[in-house]
């Protein structure tokens, strides 16, 4: 994904999806979301030997 293109695959294991090409307002709203989303998760696992 980047400003103008965009692949979304609802569910990975079919092979259903859409593209869009030259679509800067979805692609941007695409990202927009992935961003709230990125900014609102942790690491699930803490990074110690125990954690391991």
Request: charged share 20%; net charge neutral; aromatic share 10%.
């Amino acid at each position: 994904m980047d400003a103008q293109h965009y692949l979304r695959r609802p569910v990975a294991v079919q092979f259903r999806g859409a593209i869009g090409l030259n679509d800067e307002t979805e692609a941007l709203a695409m990202r927009s979301r992935f961003q709230e989303i990125w900014s609102a998760s942790y690491p699930g696992v803490a990074s110690t030997t125990v954690g391991l």
